[in-house]
């Protein structure tokens, strides 16, 4: 997928994600062009259209960005705690989320004292994912969290996505990394420039099908 | 060898001491002062020119307070409640639909509140200084001079401030929003932080913040419209010295500055004394423009 420069069109039509039998996004419809921000999205059903971005986060809805976006003069546990001093959550949730992620990445326990920006590359896209679990999401955003980083944490990328997926957290992943995507994925949808021009079950694709070839030239 | 010597013997340490003492205290009140401004200009990005008119707002309402109710304490808390609140609805009005403009849009929003809020003062309360009664008239023996308590007290509580600010910053749940919103605002809305409104909050911390030096400074110099002045220069000085944005380097620049001011004054006159701070200033832009201690972002 090439990147589409600031002023093209993006439009993304008719987009569905499906967790077991329930519909979490319901036609995600949007439309950005010259700055602009149009169309419709909604969430289970509602919209959530020019919704503040900090209400979004309470709606469920996690955001794991490309670069990961570590607050770097804060320390790891202060990155999860941006996400976990929400109002009514008890002291035994926090406790029971933060065990959870640090039993995960016991990397992240080990380093908890630790400023997010001494982190090293893979250790900060753990902290990104366990910093959008602490939001409890329904559906996580989930932007290239294999770019930059070692054969040996794709894999665990991988195993992360997983477990995220039995938990019952959706996730809308953006990858170019085709041989995981189709892995870990239940449908892809195939954009190139800006245009979905493909979408079927990712079990109907591997990497060696003519659809691939034919927009990823792999 | 004897110049150097007669040098040496005609240093007036005595002289020295007392002028370290006013140092720390003129230092930790312009901590206090430079306090919040770093903290405005470090989340922000906005370079508050109002700030010296709130602090002489806080002053006022001091005044105010204390002659109803003839209580500096009350007074105290009074008016550095009511200034955050006037600083919160400024925030709102004029400063929050600035977000995302230029910078220079927000330099003369704030200067325009300075220069109305000033006029206001001159308005309201008239070109003559108001005194405000010390709230401890005790004296202790300095050398030679009968040195009053109230000038340490009030070290004392601007340091007690600064550090309890420090702590809310540091562990407090929102004083993590406030870190966060500073080093990357879009995550932090992402993380479910309600963004505008820590900045509201930030900027009425701020404004409290500079009412309360305000009125702890009163007793000392008197109060009028054009207080705030001289108080908010030497803060900007002090936030550019201590690095922008960083609280840690804003106290120890301000009581290096008043230091140096106040040794200065010993052998010139306290106006010219004021040069060091510009020198200081100048030599800082020139050789570590991010400022003496200045957090890396």
Known sequence: MSEPDTTALVSVTDLHTYYGKSHILDGVSLHVGHGEVAGNIRLEGRSITGVPPHRLAKMGIGYVPEDRRIFRLLTVMENLRTGLDREGVSDERKRALLDKVFTYFPRLAERRNQAGGTLSGGEQQMLAISRAMMLEPKIILLDEPTEGLMPRMVSQIREIIGVLHREGVAILLVEQNVPLTLAASRRVYIMEKGVVRHHCAASELDVNHAVIKQYLGV | ?297
Request: hydrophobic content about 60%; cysteine-free.
């Open chain 2, 1 to 297: 060898m004897d110049a150097v010597a007669q040098f040496l013997k005609d240093i007036p340490f005595d002289l020295i001491l007392i002028q370290t003492v006013n140092g720390i205290v003129t230092g930790m009140i312009l901590a206090l002062v430079a306090s919040g401004l770093t903290l405005i200009f470090g989340i922000m990005d906005v370079v508050n020119f109002a700030h010296g008119e709130l602090f002489m707002l806080g002053a006022y309402v001091g005044v105010i307070v204390v002659a109803t109710t003839g209580n500096f304490w009350l007074a105290l808390v009074v008016s550095a409640l009511t200034i955050a609140v006037l600083g919160a609805a400024l925030q709102i009005v004029t400063l929050r639909p600035l977000i995302g403009r230029d910078p220079l849009n927000t330099i003369l929003a704030t200067f325009g509140i300075s220069l109305i809020l000033q006029n206001f003062a001159l308005w309201e309360f008239g070109p003559v200084a108001r005194r405000m009664p010390s709230p401890l008239t005790g004296h202790f023996i300095l050398f030679y001079l009968d040195y009053p308590w109230y000038r340490l007290v009030v070290a004392a509580l601007s340091a007690a401030i600064i550090g309890g600010f420090w702590l809310f910053l540091k562990y407090g749940k929102y004083g993590i929003w406030i870190r966060a919103t500073t080093q990357d605002r879009v995550m932090a809305q992402a993380m479910g932080i309600p963004v505008p409104w820590v900045l509201t909050g930030v900027f009425a911390l701020g404004a409290g913040m500079a009412a309360a030096s305000g009125v702890l400074f009163a007793p000392l110099v008197g109060v009028d419209h054009t207080m705030g002045l001289d108080w908010v220069l030497k803060a900007f000085i002090v936030v550019v010295v201590g690095g922008m944005g960083s609280l840690g380097g804003s106290v120890v620049a301000a009581i290096f500055i008043s230091l140096l001011e106040a040794y200065a004054a010993i052998w010139v006159n306290p106006s010219q004394a004021v040069i060091v701070s510009f020198v200081v200033l100048i030599l800082t832009l020139l050789f570590r423009p991010t400022g003496l201690f200045a957090t890396p972002k």
